[in-house]
């Protein structure tokens, strides 16, 4: 799978720092089950084996590296059947509510295929797998599998037991919960590819203090974000305009190229978020979740727009590389809200250097609704 192939030294580097993490477990709980905040262990995954962290996107995936997509895991290894939560459908319910279990399980497998492929697209890799720290007493083990796509074609055994839907596609097992609208895969985590032993601190505090006191610690201001915003993929009530926007190639006028596209950067954000791109027609540089980069400045009257130079280059990425969609055809809400996005976080890191994620449904809506509240 991945962990396998990685070298001696970055596997080492792994165990270690989970190690580490695993033996401050004091600090959070009495148990002798080594605790592991799973965003703790997508940085150790991602510096220990220099892949790609994804996790600032809101997709299936946390991280890549090559042409693998990873997602990561950490749950209880309990009687190595676990059951876990792989999607959230919750801003997709009108897609599927009030439809029987067939067409329900019908629909969510849609939907979780289709987000499995737009994090695959944008991240540009070729396959997937789940890469798990299973945790018991004193204990992780490392287990992975591949992140396969619901088999619909094949889904029997389909039951449903008050608020939970269950089914089979020949190779996992799933349930959906209705009333939280989640997926769950149950995990048979029987095949580890690496175990070590967690020596939990018994006083983890003191040991933090002496490391401090002897300047072992040291503080990497690089790359820190410094501010953040979110930008609508779409227009006034929830429309992508049939001639702006990410369908600026379709304006009317003058002949266009199919990837001419823009990113509409609404008053209000320029109002509650003063100074945080350069000034209009200032280049700067935007990194994608892929780890390529654009060349990229704020346009049109009121900068009102973010563009790519090439211009063309912003909309081949989104348009093709990301959304799939052919020359020609045009972007609808419906097609976002089928993947679960429908808004992007830019992330600030100083004048010169932004990076993009596409973030989950009413993410814009929810950043307006913060700012309003508090001013």
Same mark, same amino acid.
């Given at each position: 799978?991945?962990?396998?192939?990685?070298?001696?030294?970055?596997?080492?580097?792994?165990?270690?720092?989970?190690?580490?993490?695993?033996?401050? @477990?004091?600090?959070?709980?009495?148990?002798?089950?080594?605790?592991?905040?799973?965003?703790?262990?997508?940085?150790?995954?991602?510096?220990?084996?220099?892949?790609?962290?994804?996790?600032?996107?809101?997709?299936?995936?946390?991280?890549?590296?090559?042409?693998?997509?990873?997602?990561?895991?950490?749950?209880?290894?309990?009687?190595?059947?676990?059951?876990?939560?792989?999607?959230?459908?919750?801003?997709?319910?009108?897609?599927?509510?009030?439809?029987?279990?067939?067409?329900?399980?019908?629909?969510?497998?849609? /939907?979780?295929?289709?987000?499995?492929?737009?994090?695959?697209?944008?991240?540009?890799?070729?396959?997937?797998?789940?890469?798990?720290?299973?945790?018991?007493?004193?204990?992780?083990?490392?287990?992975?599998?591949?992140?396969?796509?619901?088999?619909?074609?094949?889904?029997?055994?389909?039951?449903?037991?008050?608020?939970?839907?269950?089914?089979?596609?020949?190779?996992?097992?799933?349930?959906?919960?209705? @009333?939280?609208?989640?997926?769950?895969?149950?995990?048979?985590?029987?095949?580890?590819?690496?175990?070590?032993?967690?020596?939990?601190?018994?006083?983890?505090?003191?040991?933090?203090?002496?490391?401090?006191?002897?300047?072992?610690?040291?503080?990497?201001?690089?790359?820190?974000?410094?501010?953040?915003?979110?930008?609508?993929?779409?227009?006034?009530?929830?429309?992508?305009?049939?001639?702006?926007?990410?369908?600026?190639?379709?304006?009317?006028?003058?002949?266009?190229?199919?990837?001419?596209?823009?990113?509409?950067?609404?008053?209000?954000?320029?109002?509650? @978020?003063?100074?945080?791109?350069?000034?209009?027609?200032?280049?700067?540089?935007?990194?994608?979740?892929?780890?390529?980069?654009?060349?990229?400045?704020?346009?049109?009257?009121?900068?009102?727009?973010?563009?790519?130079?090439?211009?063309?280059?912003?909309?081949?990425?989104?348009?093709?590389?990301?959304?799939?969609?052919?020359?020609?055809? /045009?972007?609808?809400?419906?097609?976002?809200?089928?993947?679960?996005?429908?808004?992007?976080?830019?992330?600030?890191?100083?004048?010169?250097?932004?990076?993009?994620?596409?973030?989950?449904?009413? @993410?814009?809506?929810?950043?307006?609704?913060?700012?309003?509240?508090?001013?």
């Amino acid at each position: 799978m991945f962990y396998s192939m990685q070298t001696k030294e970055e596997q080492k580097k792994y165990i270690e720092s989970l190690k580490i993490v695993g033996g401050l @477990s004091n600090l959070f709980s009495d148990s002798t089950t080594p605790y592991l905040y799973y965003r703790i262990a997508e940085k150790i995954f991602c510096q220990s084996f220099l892949a790609k962290d994804l996790s600032r996107g809101d997709i299936s995936l946390d991280a890549s590296k090559a042409n693998l997509g990873i997602g990561l895991k950490t749950f209880l290894k309990n009687n190595n059947k676990s059951l876990q939560k792989v999607a959230e459908f919750n801003k997709s319910r009108e897609l599927y509510k009030e439809k029987d279990e067939y067409d329900t399980i019908y629909n969510i497998s849609k /939907l979780r295929n289709e987000r499995i492929k737009f994090a695959e697209n944008l991240s540009q890799v070729e396959q997937s797998i789940y890469h798990c720290v299973v945790r018991t007493s004193n204990k992780f083990y490392l287990f992975e599998e591949s992140m396969n796509y619901i088999d619909i074609a094949n889904i029997t055994d389909v039951k449903k037991k008050k608020n939970t839907i269950w089914f089979n596609d020949g190779v996992s097992e799933y349930n959906f919960n209705l @009333s939280k609208s989640t997926l769950l895969k149950r995990f048979y985590t029987n095949n580890f590819v690496d175990e070590f032993e967690i020596k939990i601190l018994e006083n983890p505090l003191e040991e933090i203090a002496k490391c401090l006191e002897s300047k072992q610690i040291l503080q990497d201001t690089s790359h820190k974000i410094i501010d953040t915003i979110y930008l609508p993929l779409y227009g006034k009530n929830h429309i992508v305009s049939p001639k702006s926007g990410l369908n600026q190639w379709n304006a009317s006028g003058r002949q266009r190229d199919y990837n001419e596209v823009y990113i509409p950067i609404p008053a209000k954000v320029h109002k509650y @978020s003063k100074s945080f791109f350069p000034n209009r027609d200032v280049q700067f540089t935007l990194h994608l979740p892929n780890g390529s980069h654009l060349n990229t400045k704020v346009c049109q009257d009121n900068s009102k727009a973010l563009m790519s130079n090439p211009n063309k280059e912003l909309g081949e990425w989104i348009l093709r590389d990301v959304l799939n969609l052919k020359e020609g055809e /045009l972007l609808t809400y419906n097609k976002l809200e089928k993947i679960g996005i429908d808004s992007v976080r830019i992330d600030k890191i100083d004048n010169q250097n932004y990076k993009i994620n596409f973030v989950v449904l009413d @993410s814009y809506e929810e950043y307006l609704n913060y700012y309003e509240n508090i001013i």
